[in-house]
């Protein structure tokens, strides 16, 4: 079972996690552009890639966190909406977009039960969030408020690699409890509700990189890694340069090894008038 426990249990238990964490966030220590920009942010990239020109365009961020991709939305010219269920969170996010000069709405939400009309963005966007969500009721919302045509975009960890378990067990205390990474049997749930679904993989032999982490004494319990890897994304160019290419020719060759990937990028596309 996905979701062993209540789901309202369930929202309780991330909004005192989220609000915890970021209360030990300093906004002017946050990377904004680092988070699309860096060599390492390579989902982003590919995220932002599949979007498109996206100024002008109404965007939410579900799962906003502490802001860096909502304002980094908003200086491409995105008329972007925030949602987040820790409030903590979304004050975090208005002292970044106050700092950067850029407007963005801020709503206190969870993504089971969004508070907007039918067809009201025209693209959504998550970096870690279906897999803190009862999935199939968020799903259903975000075509919900997608317009006709709307595109939705989601970073999501996966599930199969044995190694990230363990890094899991050992990271215990910067996750939620009942979080439950992507597998790829999910996907067939999502295209129940899309008329388009893709995903694309990332990090395969990259991921050697976090054990050079964890040999130089940086506990994933203490640090989170998927922040580390952008904050000294420059210091470690070279040596994931290398290891991307080798992970770009194997996936080419065997792309089944994608499963054992760190994260995927899914990309749904609304294909359906609203009934």
Known sequence: ??????????????????????????????????????????????????????????????????????????????????????AEMLKITEKLSNQY?????????????????????????GNGVLHHVQLNQSIKEIKRVLKPNGKAIFVEPLNHNPLIHVYRILAKNVRTPTEHPFEFKDFKLVKKHFGRVTHREFWLFSLLIFVIFLCKGAHPSRERYWKKIIVEGEKYKKSYTFLKKIDDFILKLFPFLGRFCWNTVIVLENNFQHK
Do not use: Q
């Open 1 to 86: 079972m996905r979701y062993p426990v209540d789901v309202e249990d369930k929202h309780v238990s991330e909004e005192t996690f989220h609000d915890k964490w970021a209360k030990e966030i300093n906004p002017s220590e946050l990377l904004v552009y680092e988070t699309f920009e860096s060599i390492t942010a390579v989902e982003n990239k590919y995220a932002l890639s599949t979007f498109g020109d996206i100024a002008g365009k109404a965007l939410l961020d579900l799962g906003c966190g502490a802001g860096e991709t909502s304002v980094y939305f908003a200086l491409k010219g995105a008329k972007v909406t925030a949602v987040d269920i820790s």
């Open 101 to 125: 000069g850029v407007n963005v709405i801020t709503i206190r939400s969870v993504v089971e039960k969004l508070e907007f009309p039918n067809s009201s963005f025209d693209y959504v966007f």
